[in-house]
T-cell receptor
Framework: DAGVIQSPRHEVTEMGQEVTLRCKPI?????LFWYRQTMMRGLELLIY????????DSGMPEDRFSAKMPNASFSTLKIQPSEPRDSAVYFC?????????????FGPGTRLLVL | TQLLEQSPQFLSIQEGENLTVYCNSS?????LQWYRQEPGEGPVLLVT?????EVKKLKRLTFQFGDARKDSSLHITAAQPGDTGLYLC????????????FGIGTKLQVIP
């Protein structure tokens, strides 16, 4: 079975450019999570969707970040405009049920470098 | 936001040695999860502990949840090079929709 799929795996862009990260959750899972991982702050939750509806976006750093989940099999995380401090590894995870108690299955991540 | 502190942050040991890593918080969690993350990959769940004082074993790995559900430890017996990776603990909140908070992690290197 395919796990969580993320694209691109690596992204290098210049400050001010728009960046779009994509995620395909595991089929049948109804929760989706976006995380950001850095050496200094570790793994931080950005946003949590349940049944395609954003439940908690309190971790989204600022208005430059936005996330959508138009259907159960696709989600995007967009940064516009990007800044060097956005450089990090961004993970998408999905879970078969609501909430965080259930196992989250993480994708391989997108390594973003903003110059 | 509930904070989780993991120690040590880095650990380099020889194959065959034993080790323990710790996860501590001043807050109570409904459960605590341990993940292992290998370079270039996402974290993979190893275990979830739910009951205060609970001990779970996964082959050479032993996980313990503190009696007060504020801390946890992971003990590895006879470490192998395949145990190398970043070990993350994650606390699940007691209330609301039970949001999870991750620690920074312990980076373990097992030298053959």
């Amino acid at each position: 079975d395919a796990g969580v799929i993320q694209s691109p795996r690596h992204e290098v862009t210049e400050m001010g450019q728009e960046v779009t990260l994509r995620c395909k959750p595991i089929s049948g899972h109804n929760s989706l999570f976006w995380y950001r991982q850095t050496m200094m702050r570790g793994l931080e939750l950005l946003i949590y969707f349940n049944n395609n509806v954003p439940i908690d976006d309190s971790g989204m750093p600022e208005d430059r970040f936005s996330a959508k989940m138009p259907n159960a099999s696709f989600s995007t995380l967009k940064i516009q405009p990007s800044e060097p401090r956005d450089s990090a590894v961004y993970f998408c995870a999905s879970s078969p049920h609501s909430g965080f108690q259930e196992t989250q299955y993480f994708g391989p991540g997108t390594r973003l470098l903003v110059l | 936001t509930q904070l989780l502190e993991q120690s040590p942050q880095f650990l380099s040991i020889q194959e065959g040695e034993n080790l323990t890593v710790y996860c501590n918080s001043s807050s109570v969690f409904s459960s605590l999860q341990w993940y292992r993350q290998e370079p270039g990959e996402g974290p993979v769940l190893l275990v979830t502990v739910v009951t205060g004082g609970e001990v779970k074993k996964l082959k050479r790995l032993t996980f313990q949840f503190g009696d007060a559900r504020k801390d946890s430890s992971l003990h590895i017996t006879a470490a192998q090079p395949g145990d190398t990776g970043l070990y993350l603990c994650a606390g699940v909140d007691s209330g609301g929709y039970q949001k999870v908070t991750f620690g920074i992690g312990t980076k373990l290197q097992v030298i053959p």
